[in-house]
C-alpha cells in the first residue's frame, strides 16, 4: 500500500487547516452558505435529509487496518457507531455535525486518511478491481497507476471547478473487468503493444444518471509515460468545453456524444500536442517509485489444497458453499481471495457497527497482512488468506455476520442510501433490497439461480448503479407516491451494456412479487448452465413483459 | 473602491471594467475594453498603455495569441466562481503565448479561489466588492507544497520528491 512521506503528510495536514478555517468563516458568517457548499462538498461534506454525510476517500478500495480501527473510532466519538461503504470504494458518516467535521478530518489525518475530492464538480477517487495484485490473470498491479492518479488529480489547480463530477476506473485484465471502466468519464484498460510496453486504451464518455452511456475509445494505446499529459489534454478540453447551463447536461458524456467520439478524440489530440513534452511526462523512476508500495508481501512458500483445507470442505456443505461462493482463485499457491460480505438480510447494504470494523481489522491483521479492500459492490477483500487458514476466517466471519454466502447471487443487491437517508432521492431504498433479501433467503434457490447482479438505485442519479443491473431497480416520484421501474439486461462487465426498461413502474409491496415473476420466466427458458443475462440476451424482453404485466386469472 | 490584491499587496482598482457589449469611442482613463471591442479596435488600444482587455469564460482566449507580447493586461472574468473555465483560459494565456503581464481575475473572485487561481498563473485579483481584501489575503497560502506542476513551479513534485526528501 501507499505510504505517505513528509510531503504528502503535510499536504493533507494543510487540507485540515483550510477546511477548519472555512467552517469557522461559515459559522462566524463571513462565509456565506451558497459560498461554502462548493468547498464543503469537495471536502465530502453533505447536508442530507437527517443531518450532514461525511463521505472519507478509500483510494481505489485499499484501506489497512489502523485505518479501518480509526474509522471505527470516529463513528463512536461522532457518529452513531456505524459507517456505510458505498459502491465508489469509499466509506459514508451518516450523523456528524458539521462543527466536528474539521476535527474528523484531523483524527482521519494521522492514519493517512481525508475526505478529498469525495464530493463536487471536480475529479473523484479513481477506482480499479479490488482483486488487483493477486490474481493471475491482470497485465500487471493496476493500482501504482490509480495513485499516480490520485496524486496528479489531488487539488489540481485547473480541474476543480469542471461542469460536473469526474470519475475515472482503471482496468488491466483483459477478459474481465470489475472496475467497471465503460460506465465511468474516463476508463483506463491496461494492456501491452506489440513491443511488449504498457500503455493504457483510453475510453471517454461512459456514465450513469440520467443518460447512461457506454464510453467510446478514443486511443487505442497510449504509452504509459504518457498518462498524465493525456488525462490533462482530456480534462482541459471538457473542462473549457463542457455545458455549464443545465446540470443534467454537463457530464462529459454529453460534451462527446454532441461533438462525436472521433471529433472530441482529435480535439484531445490538439490540445495534447502541447502537453505532451511537458514536465508533467512521467518519469521512468516515478513509475518504479510508485510500483516500490505496491510489491508482494511475504507470502509463505504453500502447495494448493492442503489436507486441511480439503477436510473442512468436506466436512461442512455450509464451508464448501462459502469457499465456492465467496472466495477466489489466488495467484500465489496455497492461498485464496476472501471477500467478507456486508449484505446480511435486514442491515442496509455496506452497512457496518464499530463492532464489526474491529473485527474486520482484527481478521485483517491475523489473516491477510493487515490490508483489506472495499469492492464497489459494498463488500470487503481479505486479499491474501492460507488456504490452510480459510476455515477459521469463515468460523469468525460467520459469527460476525460477513459470510453469508450470497456473492454475486441475487440477494448481494447493490444499493444506495435511498430515501432514508438522501435529500435527492425519490424513493427509498433499503427497504426494497431488505423485502427481496427476505423473499429471497433459500441458498439453494439463490445458487440454482447463479450469478444475477440486482442494483437499486433511489433516484435518476443512479448511485446504486441500476442501469447496469441484470435486474435494475429505480425508485420514482408519481404524484407524490413512491413507485419502482424495472429494467431488465443491464452488464456492468467487458460486455457492458444499459438495461431496458420493462413496462410502467410498481408499487413498493409488489416489487418482491415482480421480481419472482421474472425469476420464473428465467427459469423457465433457460439452458443448461446459463446466467440469467445470457437467457435474456437470448430472448429479449417480450417473455418477461408478458408474464409481469400478465392480467390475473 | 474595488480592491486589488497584486504582489501580495492591497490596492485599488484604477480600471473601469467596461461592459461586454461595449462599443463607444475609446475611453481616455484607465480601462479594462472587452474582447470583442479590442479585436475591432486593436492597434487603438494596444497604442494607449492604460488599456487593458478583459475576457468572459464563454470566449475564446486563442484570440488573445497575436497580442500577449504587447498586451500589459489581461482581465478573466469569472461570472460565477464555480465556473472554471478561466483556470484554463490562464495557464494557455501564460504557457502557451508566453504571456507576461498582468494576468488578473474578475468578477466573482473570493478569498478560497485564490490559492489555485495563482497557480494557474493570475497574479492579481479583483476581490469581489462586498468580501474583505486583507482576510482574502490568506488564500493565496493555502499550501505550501503541490503536486503538479503549474504556471509558478513548472516541475511537478515527481521530479522533485527525491531533493525535497
Same mark, same amino acid.
Request: net charge negative; proline share 4%; hydrophobic share 40%.
Given at each position: ?14 487540507? +485540515? ?19 461554502? @457548499? ?105 493500482? &501504482? ?37 465503460? /460506465? ?12 511488449? =510496453? ?5 475510453? +471517454? ?96 512458500? @504453500?502447495?494448493?489444497? &492442503? ?77 491474501? +488468506? ?67 447482479? @440486482? ?12 442501469? /447496469? ?34 413496462? &410502467? ?17 428465467? /427459469? ?21 413483459? =408478458? ?7 | ?76 472574468? $469569472? ?78 513534485? $515527481? ?7
Amino acid at each position: 500500500m501507499y505510504k505517505y512521506d513528509g510531503i504528502d503528510t503535510q499536504i493533507i495536514q494543510e487540507r +485540515v487547516t483550510q477546511f477548519r478555517k472555512q467552517t469557522q468563516r461559515y459559522f462566524d458568517g463571513t462565509l456565506a452558505a451558497d459560498d461554502y @457548499l462548493p468547498l464543503r462538498l469537495q471536502n465530502g461534506l453533505y447536508v442530507q435529509r437527517h443531518a450532514p454525510m461525511l463521505r472519507v476517500a478509500i483510494p481505489y478500495g485499499m484501506i489497512n487496518s489502523q485505518q479501518v480501527r480509526k474509522l471505527a473510532d470516529v463513528s463512536r466519538k461522532y457518529d452513531k457507531g456505524y459507517a456505510h461503504f458505498t459502491t465508489r470504494q469509499n466509506v459514508q458518516f451518516n450523523w456528524p455535525e458539521i462543527g466536528d467535521v474539521p476535527d474528523i478530518l484531523a483524527d482521519l489525518s494521522e492514519v493517512e486518511m481525508h475526505a478529498v475530492q469525495t464530493s463536487g464538480n471536480c475529479i473523484r477517487n479513481t477506482t480499479t478491481d479490488q482483486f488487483a495484485g493477486v490474481i493471475n490473470n491482470e497485465i500487471v498491479d493496476p493500482r &501504482p497507476y490509480c495513485e499516480i492518479i490520485r496524486q496528479w488529480s489531488t487539488f489540481h489547480p485547473e480541474f476543480a471547478y469542471l461542469p460536473r463530477k469526474f470519475k475515472i476506473a482503471v482496468n488491466a485484465c483483459p477478459d474481465e473487468d470489475r472496475a467497471a471502466i465503460l /460506465v465511468h468519464d474516463i476508463g483506463l484498460e491496461i494492456l501491452k503493444n506489440d513491443a511488449g =510496453e504498457l500503455g493504457f486504451k483510453v475510453f +471517454v464518455g461512459g456514465g450513469l444518471g440520467r443518460t447512461p452511456i457506454i464510453g467510446s475509445e478514443i486511443r487505442s494505446f497510449l504509452p504509459e509515460q504518457d498518462l498524465l499529459t493525456y488525462l490533462e489534454a482530456i480534462l482541459r478540453v471538457y473542462n473549457r468545453h463542457g455545458r455549464r447551463d443545465n446540470k443534467y447536461k454537463a457530464r462529459i458524456k454529453i460534451l462527446v456524444k454532441a461533438n462525436t467520439p472521433e471529433k472530441f478524440a482529435s480535439m484531445v489530440e490538439d490540445e495534447w500536442q502541447h502537453l505532451k513534452n511537458s514536465d508533467t511526462k512521467l518519469t521512468a523512476e516515478e513509475i518504479a517509485r510508485v510500483k516500490g508500495f505496491f510489491l508482494e508481501p511475504a507470502y509463505d512458500e @504453500l502447495t494448493n489444497n &492442503p489436507a486441511s483445507y480439503i477436510q473442512a470442505k468436506e466436512g461442512s456443505t455450509a464451508f464448501s458453499n462459502w469457499i465456492k461462493r465467496n472466495t477466489h482463485a489466488h495467484k500465489k499457491d496455497g492461498y485464496r481471495i476472501v471477500t467478507l460480505t456486508l449484505k446480511k438480510t435486514g442491515i442496509p447494504p455496506g452497512d457496518v457497527t464499530d463492532k464489526q470494523l474491529e473485527i474486520i481489522a482484527d481478521l485483517a491483521d491475523q489473516y491477510s497482512f493487515g490490508e483489506l479492500r472495499v469492492t464497489h459492490d459494498q463488500n470487503l477483500v481479505l486479499s491474501d +488468506v492460507r488456504q490452510d487458514q480459510l476455515f477459521e476466517v469463515w468460523e469468525k466471519a460467520r459469527s460476525a455476520g460477513f459470510a453469508t454466502p450470497n456473492l454475486g447471487m441475487l440477494s448481494d443487491i447493490i444499493c444506495c442510501p435511498g430515501g432514508d437517508f438522501c435529500a435527492l432521492a425519490n424513493a427509498k431504498s433499503i427497504p426494497i433490497a431488505d423485502a427481496i433479501q427476505s423473499k429471497f433467503d433459500d441458498l439453494d434457490y439463490l445458487y440454482d439461480l447463479g450469478e444475477i447482479d @440486482l442494483n437499486i438505485s433511489g433516484c435518476m442519479n443512479a448511485c446504486g448503479h441500476h442501469h /447496469v443491473g441484470n435486474i435494475g431497480i429505480l425508485g420514482v416520484d408519481k404524484r407524490g407516491q413512491e413507485f419502482y421501474q424495472v429494467s431488465l439486461g443491464g452488464d456492468s462487465g467487458k460486455q457492458a451494456s444499459v438495461g431496458k426498461i420493462l413496462g &410502467p413502474s410498481f408499487a413498493q409491496e409488489s416489487m418482491p412479487e415482480v421480481i419472482e415473476k421474472i425469476l420464473d420466466v428465467f /427459469v423457465a427458458n433457460r439452458t443448461d448452465e446459463e446466467l440469467f443475462i445470457d437467457t435474456f440476451k437470448r430472448i429479449g424482453m417480450a417473455p418477461f413483459k =408478458e408474464r409481469v404485466y400478465a392480467k390475473a386469472d | 473602491m474595488q480592491k486589488l490584491i497584486k504582489n501580495g499587496l492591497i490596492q485599488t482598482s484604477e480600471e473601469d471594467v467596461l461592459d461586454k457589449a461595449f462599443d463607444g469611442s475609446l475611453p481616455s482613463n484607465s480601462a479594462l475594453v472587452p474582447l470583442s471591442y479590442f479585436l475591432v479596435h486593436t492597434d487603438a488600444v494596444l497604442a494607449q498603455s492604460n488599456l487593458g482587455v478583459w475576457i468572459d469564460s464563454d470566449e475564446t482566449p486563442e484570440d488573445l495569441a497575436p497580442y500577449a507580447d504587447k498586451l500589459t493586461l489581461i482581465a478573466i472574468n $469569472f461570472p460565477k466562481f464555480a465556473d472554471g473555465r478561466g483556470y484554463s483560459f490562464a495557464r494557455i494565456l501564460r504557457e502557451r503565448f508566453g504571456f507576461t503581464g498582468e494576468l488578473r481575475a474578475i468578477g466573482d473572485v473570493l478569498h478560497d479561489q485564490l490559492f489555485y487561481l495563482k497557480r494557474c498563473g493570475f497574479d492579481a485579483f479583483a476581490i469581489r466588492e462586498d468580501k474583505d481584501a486583507t482576510a482574502a489575503l490568506e488564500g493565496l497560502g493555502d499550501f505550501s507544497e503541490n503536486y503538479q506542476a503549474d504556471v509558478l513551479q513548472t516541475s511537478p513534485l $515527481f521530479r522533485r520528491r527525491k531533493s525535497l526528501a
